[in-house]
């Protein structure tokens, strides 16, 4: 006998058995059924999964790997692709599913076995021509089933990411205001509904692009929870500060990390504060200093005011510094005055920065009082002259 009729006489060996397996289908599903349930424990037990569904895609499996038997045809497995959607649906961990497959695959090759004994219709190379092609049926089941198990996972994430982001927005935009509304908010955002809390607000480098990759997770690394949402022009974050020593976490985070210029509201206490916390936030980012990336809103009010209003400010640079246009040495004039200011107004101080003495400090003030008229001993007049400073070194003369 040739070879290709030895093949053939194997394949109907098999035949024989698969369809007489197929006979007893109902019985044999149910006594699959109860060893997946008895040895992956908590698969059926916690209510996951539903003893009769479990039963259904024994009978399901059953079905599709049976006939693969018999010949060359790949086995249908649709089922299987189905059944790791129904399993990522129920709550059901990936481990739990593969080991209840592994436990199928075992019982139908041991129900076949033992049919072959019984029965005594397989020869020794018809067994062993089943075992290779049962086990490569139930390799492409069980990664069919896996395969659709971890799509439906991706499929989840991304359709919570897109409602996260979404929400994100609302309270950006000053959506949502009611508090229960807030709270379920909270709830999906995974942040806490107590603040206190900041906006960030970082200048993204192209549009689409983020800002912050990965940044949510950064920070939950340093114990700080937090939503974003992507912009035309900006990635914008709700972050929760538990405490305030956090902040200093927050911005040697973000600082580590930005490539442009990130702007960080002032502290609010509810979440329906955030739409106004972005316009602080957005307002930092325009009080950036040259060359630096993080600014706290709060802790740069001079830099954040002469930035926010370029038009008062462009009046308030012309009505207060205007008289300097003409000095020859205006640069060195306005070095001084921002050094005196950065020194807390300490003469002394400003001499050590500018490398000069001191008298040369106490001069060059003295013209710039004489030549914009307000005294550097007036509260309101240094104010305004450090204002009018903060614009100009912003807004280049």
Not at 355 to 369: G, K, M, S
């Amino acid at each position: 006998m040739d070879i290709g009729n030895d093949d053939a006489d194997l394949d109907r060996q098999i035949a024989v058995l698969a369809t007489a397996l197929l006979d007893r289908i109902g019985e044999l599903a149910e006594s699959m059924a109860e060893w997946i349930q008895k040895e992956v424990t908590s698969y059926v037990d916690t209510g996951l999964v539903p003893y009769a569904d479990l039963r259904e895609d024994c009978r399901a499996q059953l079905q599709s790997v049976l006939p693969a038997l018999c010949g060359p045809a790949a086995a249908d497995v649709s089922y299987a692709r189905q059944s790791g959607r129904h399993r990522v649906d129920a709550g059901v961990p990936l481990a739990k599913a593969m080991d209840a497959y592994r436990v199928g695959g075992r019982f139908i090759w041991e129900a076949m076995v033992a049919e072959a004994r019984e029965t005594r219709a397989l020869s020794s190379d018809a067994l062993v021509r089943a075992a290779s092609r049962i086990w490569l049926i139930l390799d492409d089941f069980t990664d069919a089933m896996a395969d659709a198990y971890r799509d439906a996972v991706a499929d989840r994430i991304v359709a919570q990411e897109h409602e996260r982001s979404a929400l994100v927005g609302a309270l950006l935009e000053g959506r949502i205001t009611e508090n229960e509304t807030l709270w379920e908010a909270a709830e999906i955002l995974r942040i806490s509904h107590r603040g206190p809390f900041v906006v960030v607000a970082a200048e993204v480098p192209e549009v689409g692009r983020q800002a912050f990759p990965d940044m949510e997770v950064r920070l939950r690394s340093v114990g700080l929870a937090s939503a974003w949402r992507l912009q035309a022009d900006l990635q914008v974050g709700i972050v929760v500060l538990p405490v305030s020593g956090r902040r200093v976490q927050l911005v040697a985070t973000l600082t580590k990390h930005a490539e442009h210029r990130v702007g960080v509201s002032p502290q609010y206490p509810t979440l329906d504060g955030t739409r106004e916390a972005l316009r602080f936030a957005k307002f930092a980012i325009l009080g950036t200093a040259p060359g630096a990336k993080v600014t706290l809103f709060d802790d740069s009010p001079l830099a954040v005011t002469a930035a926010s209003t370029p038009e008062v400010m462009a009046r308030i640079v012309g009505s207060t510094l205007g008289p300097l246009d003409a000095a020859a040495d205006r640069e060195v004039l306005l070095d001084t005055l921002e050094a005196w200011r950065d020194c807390g107004g300490s003469t002394a101080e400003a001499a050590k920065q500018l490398f000069v003495h001191p008298n040369t400090v106490r001069q060059r003030l003295r013209r710039i009082a004489e030549l914009t008229g307000r005294t550097l001993t007036a509260p309101r007049d240094v104010a305004q002259l450090c204002l009018a400073l903060e614009a100009t070194r912003r807004q280049p003369h």
